[in-house]
């Protein structure tokens, strides 16, 4: 397969999402940094992508490479059968990059956690206007530090999926608690968290452990510290 048939599967499996309705072009273009004018053109295949931009948007849209070949061959496939991608890649990333990368470009992925189409998607979000460029879904393995506190839903080692378009301190289906990936300082810790008296407050399950409370600053806003919650958990059997 060459470089052009490539492009050729990602622009079908774009306009597969476009169609279904988890993407548009003005998030491509926010998420790539490319004019809408750029994704649109490339969309009626009145452009080709440099090897740089494929790689974007493959990052943007957390594809890779082998879901491009997993695609059907067909002369003209019509939208709704231009997939056969039966689940959704989403990348592994060290902490700092979850905090801080709007769309983790591809150098800083660690691996690819594979799960099943549909799983992620259903979910609710609760999104901050700032994050309406980021890239939904990333993953981080919890650290022994991390881990302290949370166990045993966090144990070291677990894969934590983080959904950064929900960043309110609000729980998704109360009045059950939901754990959240927050930045404290330059680092990343799991906490159950609240919002009260302009404090950020971040609790462990474990009842021996302190409870935290963070500051915000004048201008600051609970979603500036929450970086998702965490939607899905994968432990290692011990």
Same mark, same amino acid.
């Given at each position: ?7 050729e599967r990602l ?62 061959? !067909? ?13 959704? !890649? ?56 991390? !881990? ?23 729980s998704y289906q ?49 979603s500036d510290l ?13």
């Open positions: 397969m060459n470089f052009t048939q490539l492009q622009r079908l499996e774009l306009l597969r999402r476009i169609d279904r309705g988890s993407v548009n072009g003005a998030l491509l273009a926010r998420q790539t940094g490319f004019r809408p004018s750029h994704i649109s053109n490339f969309l009626r295949r009145r452009r080709t992508l440099s090897l740089g931009g494929l790689d974007r948007l493959l990052a943007a849209q957390m594809l890779t490479v082998n879901d491009l070949l997993a695609l059907e061959d !067909a002369p003209s496939p019509p939208r709704e059968s231009a997939s056969s991608i039966t689940h959704t !890649a989403v990348p592994v990333v060290a902490p700092a990059a979850a905090i801080h990368d709007p769309v983790p470009p591809s150098s800083t992925t660690l691996d690819l956690m594979q799960l099943p189409l549909g799983i992620l998607e259903q979910m609710r979000s609760r999104r901050a206007t700032s994050r309406r460029g980021w890239s939904r879904f990333v993953s981080v393995r919890v650290t022994r530090q991390q !881990a302290i506190g949370m166990q045993p839903l966090l144990p070291s080692e677990t894969i934590a999926v983080i959904d950064r378009h929900y960043n309110s301190p609000v109360p009045p059950l608690p939901s754990v959240f990936a927050v930045r404290v300082g330059n680092a990343l810790q799991f906490r159950l968290a609240a919002f009260e008296s302009n404090r950020l407050i971040l609790r462990p399950i474990e009842l021996n452990y302190p409870v935290q409370l963070l500051a915000l600053g004048p201008h600051e806003m609970p929450i970086v998702g919650r965490v939607c899905l958990t994968i432990a290692p059997i011990p």
